[in-house]
């Protein structure tokens, strides 16, 4: 089995900042890409941002210069520090991991349980 675990969520004024981590465990061969994405009431989930395994980042418009992905492959985790935050950040934001488990030949999307950000005065 495999695990991803967020934390870090919460309610924040405009303009403030917050910080989310998402750790993956279980028995794991190697992760591709990880990321997060986000999802507001009646919306479609959308990229908040992803890293490669070798530290190439990938953002959503609306967050470019404002949010920072940062990985560490040794502990498995991401983070991803978020400033300038506005209402419409708010949403669940939901870690994803592109993971090869032990005994498999192919990658398999996982997501975490997702964690709310809420942003207003």
């Known amino acids: 089995q495999v695990q991803l675990v967020e934390s870090g969520g919460g309610l924040v004024q405009p303009g403030g900042s917050l910080r989310l981590s998402c750790a993956v465990s279980g028995w794991i061969i190697s992760i591709n890409d990880m990321g997060w994405y986000r999802q507001a009431p009646g919306k479609q989930r959308e990229l908040v941002a992803v890293?490669?395994?070798?530290?190439?980042?990938n953002y959503g418009d609306s967050v470019k210069g404002r949010f920072t992905i940062a990985r560490d492959n040794a502990k498995k985790t991401i983070d991803l520090q978020m400033n300038s935050l506005k209402p419409e950040d708010t949403a669940i934001y939901y870690c994803?991991?592109?993971?090869?488990?032990?005994?498999?030949?192919?990658?398999?999307?996982?997501w975490g349980q997702g964690t709310q950000v809420n942003v207003s005065s």
């Open positions: 890293i490669t395994a070798g530290g190439n980042t």
């Open positions: 994803n991991a592109k993971v090869r488990q032990l005994g498999r030949d192919s990658f398999s999307d996982y």
